[in-house]
């Protein structure tokens, strides 16, 4: 039997002790009558009755196909019960993502209907003041309902209400300190507060609670460039930046959309740093990009393509110098991604 790289991180809470007992012993039955024991569940070191929980903080481990389709329906059956939390797997080889798993609760239990309310009406401007009385209902049927905190704390600080969003953000990471959303959100207000170095330092703590084959990954990332290219520490920015766009990101994946704006700050970075060729290869590579999503300054791209192309030696090309002819005669003004638009 082939065995593959397996890496799973996550948390379940069950509210209670009573609930905690209660699953306990129905998974215990499942365990060894569908499951036959097969699975990458360790009992004594996952289950933990004194928080009513059951958390796997990070396994890195090797598994057959039969073993981790036992271990998923396992996550599946035990998140029927859960009031909060998530979980993450993924089976690899090479490096490469053959089998990727995420759970949460989607039960009929007051936190988490409010919850999965509030948490999908945060996108909208029209609807996030919903989405915190969905939250708020959410925290008031399970008060350490700490992703509940955590998304509390965004909307809080998308509605610029920062001294109640860092409340939030820091119950979340009291009730459940492995988790790196609330640590991001940390990290905006500081950053708001005008504490960029420990916005940075808080990134720096996130990374640590997740792994490069999340998302939430490569949006650390993200923003960590993007506050030490504001703070002029451009060697370290670069290194972030260097690091994103070295990475794939599959269409359907949240970053997927950042790629040319990040593909335009590095190329400001590169132009910082002097070092104008590979800053005017990025720009080139923007403009044959096909990948959707958020725009590059239009007005701003141009100029600076122009002037790393005078650097270099190179012809502007004609229908770059009309079109910025055509922007500037219209007077269209554009301006670079601001840290805000970055937390998306």
Same mark, same amino acid.
């Given at each position: 039997?082939?065995?593959? /790289?397996?890496?799973?991180? !996550?948390?379940?809470?069950?509210?209670?002790? #009573?609930?905690?007992?209660?699953?306990?012993?129905?998974?215990?039955?499942?365990?060894?009558?569908?499951?036959?024991?097969?699975?990458?569940?360790? $009992?004594?070191?996952?289950?933990?009755?004194?928080?009513?929980?059951?958390?796997?903080?990070?396994?890195?481990?090797?598994?057959?196909? /039969?073993?981790?389709?036992?271990?998923?329906?396992?996550?599946?059956?035990?998140?029927?019960?859960?009031?909060?939390?998530?979980?993450?797997?993924?089976?690899?080889?090479? !490096? /490469? %993502?053959?089998?990727?798993? $995420?759970?949460?609760?989607?039960?009929?239990?007051?936190?988490?209907?409010?919850?999965?309310?509030?948490?999908?009406?945060?996108?909208?401007?029209?609807?996030?003041?919903?989405?915190?009385?969905?939250?708020?209902?959410?925290?008031?049927?399970?008060?350490? $309902?700490?992703?509940?905190?955590?998304?509390?704390?965004?909307?809080?600080?998308?509605?610029?209400?920062?001294?109640?969003?860092? /409340?939030?953000?820091?119950?979340?990471?009291?009730?459940?300190?492995?988790?790196?959303?609330?640590?991001? !959100?940390?990290?905006?207000? #500081?950053?708001?507060?005008?504490?960029?170095? !420990?916005?940075?330092?808080?990134?720096?703590?996130?990374?640590?609670?997740?792994?490069?084959?999340?998302? &939430?990954?490569?949006? %650390?990332?993200?923003?960590?460039? $993007?506050?030490?290219?504001?703070?002029?520490? =451009?060697?370290?920015?670069?290194?972030?930046?260097? =690091?994103?766009?070295?990475?794939?990101?599959?269409?359907?994946?949240?970053?997927?959309?950042?790629? #040319?704006?990040?593909?335009?700050?590095?190329?400001?970075?590169?132009?910082?740093?002097?070092?104008?060729?590979?800053?005017?290869?990025?720009?080139?590579? &923007?403009?044959?990009?096909?990948?959707?999503?958020?725009?590059?300054?239009?007005?701003?791209? =141009?100029?600076?393509?122009?002037?790393?192309?005078?650097?270099?030696?190179?012809?502007?090309?004609?229908?770059?110098?009309?079109?910025?002819?055509?922007?500037?005669?219209?007077?269209?003004?554009?301006?670079n991604s601001s840290f805000a638009d970055s937390i998306a």
């Amino acid at each position: 039997m082939q065995l593959q /790289k397996v890496i799973i991180k !996550g948390r379940l809470d069950f509210g209670s002790e #009573k609930s905690f007992d209660k699953v306990l012993g129905l998974f215990q039955q499942r365990l060894e009558k569908f499951f036959k024991n097969d699975t990458l569940i360790d $009992h004594e070191t996952m289950f933990n009755r004194e928080k009513t929980n059951f958390t796997i903080p990070r396994l890195v481990t090797q598994s057959g196909v /039969k073993t981790w389709s036992h271990t998923m329906s396992a996550f599946e059956f035990l998140a029927q019960f859960a009031v909060s939390g998530n979980i993450h797997a993924f089976m690899t080889e090479n !490096g /490469k %993502i053959l089998q990727k798993f $995420h759970v949460e609760p989607t039960n009929e239990k007051i936190a988490v209907q409010a919850y999965q309310s509030g948490k999908s009406l945060i996108k909208c401007v029209e609807t996030r003041q919903e989405a915190l009385t969905q939250l708020d209902s959410a925290i008031s049927a399970y008060d350490q $309902h700490a992703m509940a905190y955590a998304k509390r704390g965004y909307v809080k600080y998308l509605l610029e209400q920062y001294e109640g969003a860092a /409340k939030d953000f820091e119950k979340s990471i009291a009730f459940d300190e492995l988790n790196p959303e609330p640590y991001i !959100g940390r990290a905006m207000v #500081k950053n708001i507060n005008g504490d960029a170095v !420990g916005a940075i330092s808080t990134l720096d703590e996130a990374l640590k609670l997740c792994f490069p084959l999340q998302s &939430i990954h490569w949006k %650390i990332r993200r923003i960590k460039g $993007h506050l030490l290219q504001k703070e002029n520490r =451009l060697l370290e920015a670069a290194l972030e930046f260097k =690091l994103f766009l070295n990475r794939q990101f599959e269409p359907g994946d949240p970053n997927f959309s950042w790629m #040319k704006i990040i593909m335009w700050d590095y190329a400001n970075v590169l132009y910082a740093m002097d070092e104008y060729e590979d800053a005017y290869k990025w720009l080139d590579l &923007i403009q044959q990009s096909t990948v959707p999503g958020r725009m590059v300054p239009e007005i701003a791209f =141009l100029n600076l393509k122009a002037t790393l192309a005078k650097l270099i030696g190179k012809p502007i090309k004609t229908e770059d110098k009309l079109r910025l002819n055509e922007l500037t005669k219209n007077k269209i003004t554009a301006s670079n991604s601001s840290f805000a638009d970055s937390i998306a």
